[in-house]
């Protein structure tokens, strides 16, 4: 039996690995175990904001793992406690930057810049140069040439260790200056919490007196009318006042739906850095400054074998790298081939976990807004037929099941119109077009366990 203290700390450690480190310290570090009794547990969060983007994003992700590690359904509640009991070590999640706590944190601190992201240990490929060039200039220089400087690329990429870099160099150059680094996600939170507290004055007087402000997943807005209003006063205020703005996003501002269009603007107005997927030895470079940052060295095969197996996210690759490093230590073993394929087993599987053949319908038909049936319908039109190849090619990608079994799943169908599905969804998504943004949505959906 599990206290409630320790079910959460043990809860929370396998939290950490599944989602990005902003989300996390976002949305969990605010929030603690109020009781556990018989299979219920009760979070307190601080406010009704937490309470619905939890339950809406991350209540599958904390059950599934509260239930593996209880080994029984554990029923979770979140309930909005506005006093949180006093924990001297954990700090706000939104630091205020008022006069007290500049004396007591360093103004590193104060800022949220980490130290762990700087340019020093960021490796530069094709794919990030020009992203790293125009960070590099934007930390070198203080005449505000590219404002706002805008990076944008995938999951896992080194948006966020960029962003830190910039921070980095400048408090490095100018440890006097007023920065600050937050997710677009801690802006909402901060927005609302003021808006509820009717403190707008000082809200607008933490962000509008900057040297320098990073927002990082900027796409975190779209949908977000106050919040956009609200971050569009902020911008121009630093704008006009020639300070500068850094941004990160995961998609092209073009792309991201649902933003007003002066914002859109305002985001293309200065400086747009794409990151790409890292080459092959960008992956490689990447894993030798990791291991060398834990004080290990990784053989050339085992480095390669890493490159070739995690495609695009460093984060991924970062991670995994880690579990070979302390997997190594805890078996007392060296960092073999044998190994490294050992454990990236576990990984695959780890990851494909959430993929059963009734989440990939559930989630493909609550993506498209049709019903699971249709999918297993002999409905040939495109309405259904995309949405079903799709639902199709992720069950041969992500489940074990065999093509004649992912056939009958889908109504009786012969497994040729699976391999059929399979290679025509390959096909559109090495042309880069919607298809391979939706499927990777999907991906993401059923991975993070946000289908509900
Ligand atoms: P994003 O914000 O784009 O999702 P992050 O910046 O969080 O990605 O990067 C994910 C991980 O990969 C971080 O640990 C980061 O240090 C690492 N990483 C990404 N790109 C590089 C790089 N070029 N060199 C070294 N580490 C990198
Ligand atoms: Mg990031």
């Not at 006009?240 to 792309?255: G, I, N």
């Not at 470079?285 to 053989?299: F, N, Q, R, S, V």
């Not at 012969?414 to 399979?422: K, N, R």
Request: hydrophobic share 35%; charged share 25%.
């Amino acid at each position: 039996m599990h206290s409630k203290e320790l079910l959460w700390e043990k809860g929370l450690v396998e939290i950490k690995k599944l989602i990005p480190p902003e989300s996390y310290t976002t949305w969990f570090l605010p929030i603690y175990p109020r009781s556990f009794v018989e299979d219920s547990l009760i979070i307190a969060v601080p406010n009704e904001f937490y309470k619905s983007c939890l339950q809406e994003n991350y209540y599958e992700v904390i059950t599934s793992i509260l239930n593996k590690l209880t080994n029984k359904p554990i029923h979770l509640e979140f309930r909005v406690e506005s006093k949180p009991p006093t924990k001297p070590n954990q700090k706000p999640i939104i630091e205020l930057n008022t006069s007290v706590n500049k004396k007591q944190n360093s103004i590193h601190s104060a800022s949220s810049i980490n130290g762990r992201y700087n340019f020093e240990n960021f490796i530069v490929g094709s794919s990030n140069q020009f992203a790293h060039a125009a960070a590099m200039a934007v930390a070198g220089n203080s005449t505000m040439t590219y404002n706002p400087l805008f990076i944008y690329g995938g999951v896992g990429l080194g948006k966020t260790h960029l962003l830190h870099a910039v921070g980095n160099a400048i408090l490095k150059r100018d440890p006097q200056s007023k920065i600050r680094y937050l997710s677009a996600e801690s802006f909402t939170v901060d927005l609302i919490e003021s808006l509820k507290r009717d403190d707008m004055p000082s809200f607008r007087g933490r962000y509008r007196p900057l040297d320098v402000l990073f927002v990082d997943d900027i796409q975190f807005l779209a949908g977000k009318d106050r919040t956009q209003e609200e971050f569009f006063y902020t911008f121009n205020t630093l704008y006009e006042s020639h300070r500068q703005v850094v941004l990160s996003s995961d998609q092209y501002p073009k792309d991201i739906r649902n933003i007003e269009a002066r914002l859109r603007s305002r985001f293309e107005s200065g400086l747009i850095a794409d990151i790409e997927t890292p080459d092959l030895e960008t992956k490689v470079a990447i894993i030798y400054k990791k291991a060398e940052l834990h004080k290990k060295t990784i053989p050339q095969d085992v480095a390669m074998f890493l490159a070739k197996n995690i495609k695009t996210n460093i984060r991924e690759l970062e991670g995994l790298l880690l579990r070979i490093i302390a997997f190594a230590s805890f078996t007392h073993r060296d960092i073999t081939l044998p190994l490294a394929q050992e454990v990236l087993k576990e990984f695959v599987y780890d990851k494909n976990k959430n993929f059963t053949i009734q989440t990939i319908m559930a989630t493909v038909a609550k993506y498209f807004t049709i019903k699971v049936a249709d999918l297993k319908s002999k409905n040939r039109s495109r309405g259904i037929s995309v949405p079903r190849q799709i639902a199709m090619y992720l069950a041969r990608e992500h489940t074990k099941l065999s093509l004649p079994d992912i056939g009958r799943q889908f109504g009786g169908k012969d497994h040729t119109t699976v391999i059929f599905a399979h290679k025509k969804v390959t096909k559109k998504i090495n042309e880069k077009g919607d298809l391979e943004k939706t499927v990777k949505e999907i991906v993401e959906i059923i991975e993070c366990g946000k289908t509900s």
